[in-house]
């Protein structure tokens, strides 16, 4: 766990600079921080030698303006030899803490070996364990390190990382204090890191997860409004896909989602709005919803971490357009039964038996009860055959009449 703290330090250390005398004082320019990412895997970090080839900053020391002043004019050599930074870092992780504790403080020395160059340039993949130089003939090393917590927390804390196999949901904060050789303090910077990885994505409507239950959950318009609940999360984005569900061509919703798709036309995902919990299905620039079809769809997730994007799915849900030319109400207990055996049998079996020249073409009344291995029971298990189908437990092998 020490090496999981040294390698927070060492990733989050903005290093500052030196006493001045007669030059201006060097700068620290911030080229890059990734502030995108919201998950940190223990993964992206080889915990053995503190080494990542993930890049989460970019930062250079300009020594430009130490070559020039006012006061003394240009010179090619600057006055700075050894600068030091105390930092400390702490962390809020609810459900562990009640309050911001500190973790960790130390200090850090820089020699810099070279009074000639402008520029000192790092990034956290140049960093590890063993790292006692930077670029420009900077010597590195730690020089204090306390540990601020008792091994009670650090047992439970580490417990919770490995557990996770990242960094948990909460706030993260690095105090650096630059000091000069005579340990006077000269600036002083700060980052707060919040990590929030999000945790759920439920669908609410239209429709479910059950082929069956669509029935009962049908839409009465073709521009149906979606609803999903997950996680607040602004550096997220989040995506639609719909598609028809054929119970001829598909035998499951999985397998139907990933055939053509309405919206978008035929493959991907269609992007929306940043942490919108709602949808209305376009009317332009997106195939038709057809009154009568089965339709299914699914909300996709991504987000940047450390092991690079993550994408995260919802359910599918299944619903049903209402026919409009239809004269009878949308649920009725025959035609609901109906609707299931075709779902169950497939459409081609469902037309040779029901159909025009079926041998059950004036069929249309079906009984409240059904036998199974000689015993009656509900007709309302066609629904539990249809789930254990869609969910690929059982397969259909033959159909015949008696």
């Known amino acids: 766990m020490k090496h999981i703290y040294i390698y927070i330090t060492l990733i989050f250390t903005t290093f500052l600079y030196s006493d001045c005398t007669c030059y201006n004082c060097p700068k620290i320019k911030k080229n890059f921080f990734n502030d995108d990412i919201i998950g940190f895997y223990l993964s992206s970090i080889d915990l053995e030698s503190g080494e990542s080839t993930t890049l989460l900053f970019d930062y250079s020391i300009d020594l430009s303006d130490a070559l020039f002043s006012e006061d003394c004019g240009t010179s090619s050599t600057h006055d700075i030899s050894k600068l030091y930074v105390s930092f400390d870092i702490s962390m809020f992780i609810p459900g562990l803490m009640e309050e911001t504790k500190q973790l960790v403080d130390g200090k850090v020395r820089f020699d810099i070996n070279s009074n000639t160059i402008s520029d000192i340039s790092f990034r956290n993949t140049d960093l590890n364990f063993e790292t006692t130089q930077l670029a420009g003939n900077t010597d590195f090393a730690l020089e204090e390190y306390n540990l601020s917590?008792?091994?009670?927390?650090?047992?439970?804390?580490?417990?919770?990382?490995?557990?996770?196999?990242?960094?948990?949901?909460?706030?993260?904060n690095f105090n650096f204090?630059?000091?000069?050789?005579?340990?006077?303090?000269?600036?002083?910077?700060?980052?707060?890191?919040?990590?929030?990885?999000?945790s759920y994505l439920d669908l609410i409507t239209p429709g479910s997860v059950d082929l069956a239950d669509s029935l009962s959950n049908i839409v009465m318009s073709s521009n149906p409004t979606f609803q999903w609940n997950s996680d607040y999360c602004n550096k997220c984005n989040f995506s639609i896909r719909v598609s028809e569900f054929r119970a001829s061509d598909h035998s499951s919703l999985q397998e139907a989602l990933e055939d053509y798709s309405v919206l978008p036309i035929n493959s991907g995902y269609f992007?929306?709005?940043?942490n919108i919990n709602s949808f209305q299905y376009p009317a332009s620039g997106a195939g038709e919803i057809i009154p009568g079809h089965l339709y299914v769809w699914q909300i996709r997730r991504t987000y940047d971490t450390s092991n690079g994007l993550m994408e995260e799915f919802s359910p599918i849900f299944l619903f049903k357009v209402q026919d409009t030319q239809s004269v009878e109400p949308p649920v009725v207990s025959q035609d609901v039964n109906l609707e299931n055996i075709k779902?169950?049998?497939?459409?081609?079996?469902?037309?040779?038996?029901?159909?025009?020249?079926?041998?059950?073409?004036?069929?249309?009344?079906?009984?409240?009860?059904?036998?199974?291995?000689?015993?009656?029971?509900?007709?309302?298990?066609?629904?539990?055959?249809?789930?254990?189908?869609?969910?690929?437990?059982?397969?259909?092998?033959?159909?015949?009449?008696?």
Request: a negative charge; glycine letters at 6%.
């Open 149 to 172: 917590v008792t091994d009670d927390d650090i047992e439970e804390i580490a417990d919770l990382f490995l557990s996770l196999g990242r960094a948990p949901n909460g706030v993260y």
């Open 177 to 198: 204090v630059l000091e000069n050789e005579n340990n006077t303090e000269i600036d002083q910077i700060s980052e707060t890191v919040e990590i929030f990885v999000p």
């Open 271 to 274: 992007s929306l709005s940043s």
């Open 343 to 402: 779902l169950l049998i497939g459409a081609d079996n469902y037309e040779s038996f029901f159909g025009e020249n079926g041998q059950l073409k004036d069929f249309n009344s079906v009984s409240s009860t059904m036998t199974l291995n000689n015993q009656s029971i509900s007709i309302n298990y066609l629904i539990d055959l249809i789930n254990k189908q869609s969910q690929g437990e059982i397969n259909i092998m033959d159909v015949d009449v008696q």
